[in-house]
């Protein structure tokens, strides 16, 4: 006598298959796509896979199930990957450039959640990427096995579907689905896109106005001054819709006019959003489009001429200070800089503050410390400083945050130990809730902004140019699906000439950018700032 259970067991797990099956073929890769309707579809590709299994003979066939099931396992995999990278890049993965962008993910999870659970995370990944190919080609197998066993039930089946497929295949009836198809035809084209993409910017790197201009003719309307490019991490367009943020912005604007300095604000539109900070830095720096890390590296290895570079060139000491490296650079000496700080450098004794090494007020003091009182009389004339700054208090989680302090008690830090910090693990941003994240990170916009004008009140003087930017949006979880990648960009002076260039290329009063503010490609920068002044 047959088992009943087994029967059942035996229906169950054909179920399950046929579900695995049909969700890997019809699932979008965009999460807000995920819809009951985007379910209920009648994929062709599941209809040509039955139909092949039928016709071809003998073991053959099983072998042929099989790569189906491996092809099919393989696309629910990058499935998944095109939906985590769309929630917080803003794209799809690319199989051909994307994968360096792992390790700094990885490093994340380390710093915010310790090595243990990024090794856990590295781990379970792999593991669930060949779960999910193996479970989908024994899926294919067993629904193949159903099929020749039940031969004329399948065959007439396959050929109702198949009317209801091409009687429904019209513009807005969305049951016929062909969408796995599509799904393999775009990332085929990304491939081959990306295969060809360093031929792509080899062509755009090699036109360069300002590669042989001699340094004595370079940046000669700022001859004398100390000029900051400071980059706001994931300091969006977002950032203007949080009333906090226009409130610091709309106060830095009031307070930096009583002490004499012009403000003007546009927008730059960033190689990158959600992540990728390093990209938007050699963007903005090298005036080509870096948007992955093969540009990067292509950048980092030739002779490309960056703003640094130019301000070297034209007679300027150049610094970086670096709170966001701990590791080695050998990057900085592409860019151009007599000195890199990195965090190590800072002379940092307090706590971290979720993924920052250091809270941008004293990364700021520490420039001040190390750069600002140097005396800059070398070889009998003034040498003026250059500084590239990226500040990390308001990277992602946003959780927890310091406040701003005296800046004569900085000290070295430990004056941040009184605080709640980063020493306590930080909570992952997508498990909290999404109004909680937005107004965490607005407050991390607003202590950027409020750190940067109070350093310009503390220590600006006439000959000081602040000019500072976001590097890029923050991940969907703050921008609710926005697909801007637009960024604020601000300079701040006493001297009217300086500001008055910002005029010039449509950039609006005050540190909030106005309605009609300009907004320019980021690797459009350099060489308009190089052009104006």
């Not at 498990?431 to 009140?457: I, K, M, N, W």
């Not at 960024?487 to 010039?504: E, I, L, M």
């Not at 950018?513 to 920068?525: E, I, K, L, R, Y």
Request: charged share 20%; glycine share 12%.
């Amino acid at each position: 006598m047959v088992d009943r259970r087994v029967g059942w067991r035996s229906r169950v797990l054909s179920a399950l298959a046929g579900l695995l099956v049909l969700f890997a073929l019809v699932a979008p890769g965009d999460l807000d796509q995920f819809r009951v309707a985007a379910f209920a579809r009648v994929p062709v590709e599941g209809l040509l896979g039955v139909m092949l299994v039928l016709v071809v003979p003998g073991r053959l066939r099983w072998v042929v199930a099989g790569v189906g099931g491996v092809v099919l396992g393989c696309v629910a995999v990058v499935k998944v990957l095109d939906i985590g990278f769309d929630l917080v890049l803003y794209r799809p993965f690319d199989l051909v450039l994307d994968w360096p962008m792992f390790e700094p993910a990885v490093d994340f999870v380390s710093v915010t959640a310790g090595p243990v659970a990024a090794g856990a995370v590295v781990v379970g990944a792999v593991a669930a990427a060949v779960g999910v190919v193996g479970v989908t080609v024994l899926a294919v197998l067993r629904l193949s096995r159903i099929a020749v066993r039940r031969r004329v039930v399948a065959t007439r089946g396959v050929a109702a579907l198949a009317v209801v497929w091409i009687t429904l295949a019209v513009p807005g009836v969305p049951v016929a689905s062909e969408s796995a198809a599509s799904f393999v035809y775009e990332h085929a084209r990304q491939v081959r896109a990306g295969l060809h993409d360093r031929e792509a910017f080899a062509g755009s790197a090699s036109v360069d106005a300002f590669r042989d201009v001699p340094g004595e003719r370079l940046l000669t309307s700022l001859r004398g001054k100390d000029v900051l490019v400071v980059f706001v991490e994931s300091y969006g367009r977002v950032a203007l819709d949080d009333q906090g943020v226009v409130r610091v912005l709309e106060d830095g604007t009031r307070r930096l006019g009583a002490a004499g300095f012009g403000t003007r604000s546009g927008f730059l539109t960033s190689s990158t959003a959600g992540g990728g900070s390093w990209l938007a830095h050699a963007t903005l720096l090298s005036g080509l489009w870096i948007d992955n890390q093969q540009r990067y590296r292509t950048l980092v290895s030739s002779d490309r001429l960056t703003l640094n570079g130019a301000f070297r060139r034209a007679g300027w000491r150049t610094v970086g200070v670096m709170p966001g490296i701990t590791r080695a650079w050998p990057e900085g000496a592409f860019f151009g800089y007599d000195c890199v700080y990195p965090a190590d450098r800072l002379g940092y004794r307090g706590p971290r503050f979720g993924y920052a090494t250091t809270p941008d007020q004293f990364t700021l003091e520490a420039f001040q410390r190390l750069e600002g009182g140097r005396d800059r009389i070398e070889g009998g004339r003034d040498r003026p400083v250059m500084a590239t700054i990226p500040l990390v208090t308001s990277h992602a989680p946003w959780s927890p945050l310091p406040r701003m302090v005296p800046w004569e008690s900085l000290g070295d830090g430990s004056v941040f130990g009184s605080m709640a910090s980063g020493e306590v693990a930080s909570e992952a941003i997508f498990s909290r809730d999404p109004r909680q994240v937005r107004a965490d990170y607005g407050q991390s916009v607003e202590y950027s902004v409020e750190a940067l004008v109070s350093y310009v009140e503390e220590y600006g003087d006439d000959d000081l140019v602040l000019l500072f930017l976001g590097d890029h949006q923050p991940a969907q979880v703050v921008t609710g699906g926005s697909g801007s990648r637009d960024v604020p960009v601000s300079v701040v002076a006493r001297d009217a000439a300086v500001v008055d260039k910002a005029a010039g290329w449509g950039w609006t009063e005050g540190l909030r950018p106005g309605d009609g503010a300009s907004v320019s490609p980021m690797n459009s920068f350099r060489d308009l700032f190089l052009g104006s002044f």
